[in-house]
């Protein structure tokens, strides 16, 4: 059967059914790849390196003569890897799958792909290449940022609990883009602790963009709406592709006005758990903003574990910080306030599916 070349979005919807590939020296998986890709790399970084300066000195053909020596001893391994991959994409058990399709893809759909596809083809499998490889994927990454998305947005000081309410309206199948959740990270500087380490920006932009492709998908989007959280455009090292955040300046919020005390409660709870030193690590990233007198009142505070009346000092910078942003936004985008009090996650719930305003 003849390996056969496909565009971004044809291979994004084979994807929804067969195991994608990324042939790329690790390295370059390590950076940024297609989310959900399975790695199987026909040269390693050293390799690559080698028949990348050859081809810049001595020309294509040289380089491909070096890569059959880097590919021929490689090849049983690469079909037994391969077949590992396709039965742990289609098998919970011990059960075996008859050979069907792989997706592959390199940098540009050149020689790598092309490769690995002659292999898998000589051993009975469908292959699918990805026309211009990762680098058409990532062209198409970066223009579903400027796709118009009929974004709602979530907003409330910090501690409001505005991401444990995005989850409650994705458990009730309703769109929704946790912006924090895809970006390891809680947005302020102590939204590491307790996060897995960040991905890089490449990969944060690829994961966000699937999964806006994946919910413009979904009948009646634009009806439906998508939700996210009201965030600042710096997520910890990350930041939000600057098309979608002009989206999101225009969308409407939804305001939780939970009260002080309360949200203060659920900080101690979410934060007081982690070392001292990492606490006052976090405190002292954001000294020069907080300014010395709330800094060493904060520390102070800390060093004689009163983390009430610290994180009641961060918590007032946070809410002057969201003050200052809410007043800069347009004020023609609509900003519809909930006060909360002690209204169940439930209630909440119900409040933002009933009186949203329809996407038009």
Known sequence: MPVKTVSVEHFLALAR???????????EFSHAHFPGAYHLPLFTDEERAIVGTLYHHQGREAAIRKGLDFFGPKMRALTEQAELIWQKHHTSGEEKVEKGSFLLYCWRGGMR?????????????????????????RQAVLHSFSIPLPLLLLGGYTGS????ILHRLRDQHIPVICLEELAHHRGSAFGDLGMPLQPSQEMFENLLAMEIHRLLQLPDIQEKGIWTEDESQRIGDLVIPNALWEQMRKA??????????????????EYGQYDIGLIEAAILRISKRLGGVATRQALDYLHARKIPDCFAILLQYYDKLYQKSLHQRDSRVPVHHFPVHDAADEEIVCWLKQTRIPVS
């Not at 792909?113 to 994927?137: C, H, N, P, T």
């Not at 609990?161 to 444990?164: H, I, L, N």
């Open 252 to 269: 409407p919020v939804y305001f939780l006005e939970v009260p002080f005390e309360k949200r203060l409660q659920q900080i101690v709870a």
């Open 17 to 27: 059914q067969y195991p994608v590939v990324d042939v790329r020296s690790p390295a």
């Open 113 to 137: 792909s092309r490769a690995i596809a002659w292999l898998l083809d000589l051993m009975g499998y469908e292959v699918y290449l990805l026309q211009g490889g990762y680098k058409a994927f």
């Open 161 to 164: 609990g505005k991401t444990r």
